[in-house]
């Protein structure tokens, strides 16, 4: 495929153009958008956008003029940055959860001219920091809502020869120009400008969009719910753009289920938060079964866990295929029935996930990179020669990757950043010698695939002087279906121990059916069989780990951790700084004494 700029995608939809091409939810009712329409709405907004002055400036990343957009995903939010990009400005396009004060640091440091928010809520937050943001001359909003002009108002008939001073101008505009800054979420600090250029995205969205294109769909439908202005979702989303798949927008987090089954997608974006939620519903689900049919469901669960991409025996194909016939087509139809693939970034997926989802018939790609990295440096196939569980599959085309002496992962590619904005001194600390300096630690193994096996700087030294990596332990553990959520600790201390929020979803109805009373999270912490029910999955799972790993106290907690409280970041990676600080009396009182022989629990 011939593209070298995002905007590119618009000819090649022209050439195979849909009726459905985006779609969402208006007032309750679904409203479809023709490839026509948006790229009619495409021309009138840039059209506009360059009549009020806005352009690239002097050509210098700082000199072109900066657009922010914060919104949840809606076909509008495609067309404001397709728009931007064809007058050659910036796109600076921001979390709804973001708080006022980082909006504002965004805003100040980008120095944005004009702002696009889809609903009263973000407009009333905007409006919170507006007037401390000098550059800020207008806001539009995509609902209606009083006081603040729509951006419907801009769009009006194109002027004869308008097309032609529009293909002027992005003629103009180079592969290598910048295109956006994303303000990275960050699990610690404040949030860094990455600076993208097209060059870098659309080298991840062509070597990626081959590894999509294996999948066998008779109707290229995607499901976007994930927030727009995360990479992953935007690069996903222009693969869909430039490969021909039309798109359907989530109503919010809340509608997924109905919405999917609405939507009937082929694939969709997930980060291994949800994959955990919806495995949860589809178990609670089943565990309101009683008899015969309750045995089925638990058997074919058993049999998913099972599951591996190659080597199967004959008896494991026919268990496989009775699972199917009997439980997992009423998953898929549970979901639309036309799921063929789900794509998983962010942080890691657990494998049994991706064993048991992939044995229902929905294959689970997990990939790995950064916003640095456009995102993608890895990623498993839909072939299952290309795919391995518990890795993050192999380098994508251009890609390189080489392993530091401290086990670093080091990058260098097309999609590797032009830099962070307005900060030298940071991107020089991560850009050594052409190489991207990711901050995970991984292998590669003899066949080509990555496998990351934690954060540099969440590797912790106990006061013994041995280091401790918490993700595998965190991973590996939460394989137990009753626990939620958790967080390895220790730095500094005698021995490992950890912060757990059980899965509250399969521990009530373990409680009901033990008579222990329901009447609050903080009363089931205190009953001494929910207690030895952890003190179990902990005696399990820590022979699996050396001495140093095993974790020797734990604390359970009441409250789930969440994006809300301030505990997650908007891609649902823990800030284990905020749950140190948050948690400290907890985490102090598993250390006041000596650990037992084996591990104890804290409550």
């Known amino acids: 495929m011939e593209a070298t700029r995002l905007f590119d995608c618009i000819p090649a939809q022209a050439a195979a153009p849909r009726a459905d091409f985006l779609a969402a939810k208006e007032n309750g009712v679904w409203r479809s958008y023709s490839t026509q329409e948006v ?35 809606r076909p509008e939010w495609v067309m404001v940055d397709l728009a931007v990009q064809q007058t050659g400005a910036v796109l600076v396009p921001l979390y709804p959860n973001t708080n006022p004060k980082e909006i504002e640091q965004i805003l100040i440091e980008s120095a944005v001219k004009y702002m696009f928010v889809s609903d009263k809520e973000l407009c009333d937050k905007i409006n919170l920091v507006r007037h401390n943001v000098p550059t800020l001359k207008k806001v539009y909003a995509f609902d209606q ?16 020869g308008y097309l032609q001073k529009i293909a002027g101008i992005t003629s103009n505009i180079s592969e290598n120009d910048l295109t956006t800054i994303i303000y990275t979420s960050g699990t610690t600090g404040k949030p860094k400008g990455v600076m993208l250029s097209h060059k870098n995205i659309v080298s991840n969205v062509l070597a990626s969009g081959l590894v999509l294109s294996q999948i066998p769909v ?18 996903c989303t222009y693969i869909y753009l430039f490969y021909g798949f039309s798109i359907s927008y989530a109503e919010n987090m809340d509608t997924i289920g109905p919405n999917i089954r609405d939507v009937k997608p082929s694939i969709f974006t997930a980060v291994p938060r949800l994959l955990e939620k919806i495995f949860e519903r589809i178990m609670a689900e089943g565990q309101k079964l009683t008899g015969a049919k309750k045995k089925i469901f638990l058997w074919s669960v058993k049999v998913a866990e099972e599951f591996e991409l190659e080597h199967t025996s004959p008896w494991y194909k026919i268990k496989l295929a009775v699972a199917e016939k009997l439980v997992f087509s009423k998953w898929r139809a549970a979901i639309g029935g036309n799921l063929k693939a789900i794509v998983i970034g962010s942080s890691a997926c657990p494998v049994k996930l991706e064993k048991i989802f992939t044995a229902a ?25 290309g795919r391995k569980f518990g890795t993050v599959g192999k380098l994508i085309d251009k890609v390189q990757v080489k392993i530091a002496e401290d086990g670093e992962i080091l990058c260098k590619g097309p999609n590797v950043m032009m830099g962070y904005y307005k900060n030298p001194e940071m991107t020089a600390e991560v850009m050594q010698d052409g190489w991207f300096h990711t901050g995970d630690i991984g292998i590669l193994d003899d066949q080509g695939f990555l496998k990351i096996t934690d954060r540099k700087k969440e590797i912790f030294k106990t006061s013994g002087g041995k280091y401790v990596a918490p993700l595998p332990i965190e991973n590996k553990m939460k394989e137990n279906h009753f626990i939620e959520q958790m967080m390895v600790v220790g730095a500094g201390k005698k021995f490992t121990a950890a912060l757990i929020v059980p899965s509250y979803t399969n521990l009530l109805p373990w409680c009901r059916a033990n008579e222990i009373p329901t009447i609050s999270h903080e009363e089931i912490l205190k009953d001494k069989r929910v207690i030895a029910l952890y003190q179990a999955a902990i005696d399990t799972f820590n022979p699996e780990f050396n001495h140093v790993e095993q974790v020797k106290k734990i604390t359970l907690l009441p409250n789930e951790w969440s994006i809300e409280s301030g505990e997650l970041t908007p891609t649902g990676k823990m800030k284990r700084k905020v749950i140190t600080e948050k948690y400290n009396a907890e985490i102090e009182k598993m250390y006041a004494g000596e650990p037992n022989e084996s591990p104890s629990l804290v409550s």
Not at 365 to 370: D, N
């Open 218 to 235: 008779s109707e290229k439908r995607a499901f976007s719910f994930l927030p727009m202005n995360h990479i992953f979702e935007k690069m």
């Open 39 to 73: 790229h009619t709405m495409i021309n009138q907004l840039t059209m506009a956008l360059l009549d009020m002055g806005i352009s690239s400036g002097d050509g210098t990343d700082e000199g072109r003029d900066k657009i922010g957009l914060i919104s949840n995903g």
């Open 361 to 385: 018939g929905m294959a689970v790609m997990e990939g790995y990179g950064l916003t640095e990295t456009s995102p993608v440096i890895s990623v498993n196939q839909y072939d299952p020669k």
């Open 145 to 160: 809502i009083e006081n603040y002009p729509n951006w419907k108002e801009l769009l009006k008939p194109l002027p004869t």
